[in-house]
């Protein structure tokens, strides 16, 4: 069996190997036993039932909530001449009464449906006299209360399951805790069946959380690192979408929006520029990448802290499908964490009680002091095997030396008593740097000897050393315009009475000069 299986997969779909569990996950359920399947998004769930459906007899249904994606797996199995249907609040009469047609000739191999169809009186009347073999239920933990998108109706698949009796069942999702996969499995009565659990690690995406300070800047900062590369840049409304927008636009980045106030038209457009390489930005809220499989996604920028660890790993997910590194930054901020426990609030019992523990679980991740991957792959189940994966922020900075870091500091806190302590560590770094922006010629600061002295570090590396003067005490920083005031301290240093120790970040330094300047 398996080797028509294969045969299926060189000559339908046409690829030349299976992924990583794929193989394993057909042959169980060709040999008619129930499994739980979970996969990071990308991982290759589709063909883990598709092919199967090539070779049952009878029928396979494919319970999916997301009435989009349905369309687009459909048309795509047209493509390779594979009769599928689907069956939602989408479609027009008209269309529906044909697909219902197309089922009653037996002129259908597999069938997408949204759960409150199937739960529909008139649509087990008609399945019933189908021969089902294969029952997949797609997004899988919608089923559990303590995934991160219950949806109750899910909840009844249960009692359509008894419907077939004679029909595998195949259980698929992308982001399962192990309590999630626990009522999965209960939920559905799949037993003691197994569980086919994909490594959640990868390890070609570049980790990062970074305080949000001033997320505008930090987002020019990080993209001017990023010339012409392919990302998304999330935030959390429609709004702030807009705002950014308009800003990176007016610092000429190839840029266009998305949200789901935006004309269907406009974000089809929109997407569709991305996804050409058209544009190299997108700025979205999470309405934006379901079902999209752009490979050389180059960075995920969190500008708005995401509501959950499921989220926040979907989203990244979407980078470095080449398997190239890519970069994920998040910017997290306190408000940010308010503004979600605002919503948390807003809701009550065990919806409430779940909400908690996903944004305590995602405050775990973003406090952790060493290696990112260890609370991530906890989160999913895994244990992380290593103590380091060298691919995460914390992990390079435990590998920053300390270093004397005396003549940088002395630079930099120069250029601060040079320029009256009336800017903030990003103009200090441009002055440093040697930038002609109209600001610092019109105030003359390019006449200033500590003008441009400080070409051997990138702008980011500037910045982080600011911070480091801050936390160590030589400077104070007014907390909303972050102007820097030299201390008692600092002026010891600039006496050169005393030296300055520290360990930089440099995970996000390794640039050229003509891409830092924008
Ligand atoms: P998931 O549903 O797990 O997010 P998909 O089933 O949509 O992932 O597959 C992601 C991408 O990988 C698709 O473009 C699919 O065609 C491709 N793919 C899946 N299996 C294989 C394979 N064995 N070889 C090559 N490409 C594959
Ligand atoms: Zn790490």
Avoid at 205 to 219: M, N, S
Avoid at 392 to 406: G, P, Q, R, Y
Wanted: aromatic residues 8%; negative net charge; charged residues 30%.
């Amino acid at each position: 069996m398996i080797k028509e299986a294969r045969n299926k997969l060189n000559n339908v779909f046409g690829y030349e190997d299976f992924r990583p569990l794929q193989e394993d996950v057909i042959s169980q359920v060709l040999n008619n036993e129930d499994a739980l399947v979970i996969m990071p998004t990308g991982g290759g769930k589709s063909l883990c039932y598709q092919i199967p459906a090539l070779l049952f007899d009878g029928l396979t249904i494919v319970v999916s909530p997301l009435i989009s994606l349905m369309k687009d797996q459909v048309e795509q199995l047209r493509q390779y001449d594979i009769p599928a249907i689907y069956l939602n609040s989408s479609l027009t009469p008209d269309e529906y009464e044909e697909n219902v047609a197309k089922l009653k000739r037996g002129e259908v191999k597999m069938l997408y449906l949204a759960p409150e169809t199937l739960l529909m009186d008139s649509t087990r009347e008609l399945l019933s006299n189908q021969q089902v073999d294969l029952f997949t239920i797609d997004e899988a933990h919608c089923i559990s209360e303590w995934g991160h998108d219950f949806r109750p109706d899910y909840r009844q698949l249960t009692e359509v399951r008894k419907d077939f009796p004679g029909a595998t069942c195949l259980a698929l999702t992308a982001t399962a805790t192990p309590r999630v996969r626990q009522d999965i499995k209960e939920i559905l009565k799949l037993g003691d069946s197994e569980t086919f659990l994909a490594s959640f690690d990868r390890d070609n995406l570049f980790l990062k959380v970074a305080d949000k300070e001033d997320p505008v800047e930090q987002t020019l900062d990080f993209l001017y690192t990023r010339k012409k590369q392919s990302g998304i840049i999330y935030c959390f409304s429609r709004k702030q979408v807009e705002e950014l927008y308009v800003e990176l636009k007016k610092e000429g980045h190839s840029v266009k929006p998305y949200h789901a106030g935006l004309s269907k038209k406009l974000r089809a457009r929109n997407q569709e520029l991305f996804i050409r390489d058209d544009i190299s930005i997108i700025v979205a809220t999470i309405a934006f990448g379901m079902g999209i499989d752009k490979p050389n996604v180059r960075f995920v920028m969190h500008y708005d802290m995401p509501k959950n660890i499921e989220s926040y790993y979907q989203q990244i997910g979407r980078a470095g499908r080449d398997g190239l590194r890519s970069d994920c930054l998040m910017l997290y901020s306190r408000s940010d964490k308010q503004k979600i426990q605002y919503f948390i609030n807003q809701k009550e019992g065990k919806e409430k009680e779940v909400a908690e523990k996903h944004l305590k679980d995602l405050m775990n991740f973003l406090e952790h002091d060493e290696c990112r991957r260890v609370p991530l792959m906890n989160y999913f189940g895994e244990t992380y095997e290593r103590d380091e994966c060298g691919m995460c922020d914390n992990c390079l900075s435990l590998d920053a030396e300390v270093e004397d870091l005396t003549v940088h500091a002395q630079k930099f806190l120069s250029c601060i008593a040079r320029t009256d302590q009336a800017h903030d560590a990003y103009y200090i770094a441009d002055i440093l740097r040697g930038s002609s922006k109209d600001k610092i010629v019109e105030k003359g600061h390019d006449e200033l000897s500590t003008y441009n002295i400080g070409n051997e570090w990138a702008k980011e590396q500037w910045i982080l050393l600011g911070r480091m003067l801050v936390k160590q005490g030589y400077l104070t920083q007014q907390e909303n315009h972050g102007v820097l005031h030299l201390t008692e301290q600092a002026k010891a240093v600039l006496n050169g009475k005393e030296n300055v120790f520290g360990a930089l970040d440099r995970s996000d330094t390794v640039v050229g000069d003509e891409a830092i300047e924008r």
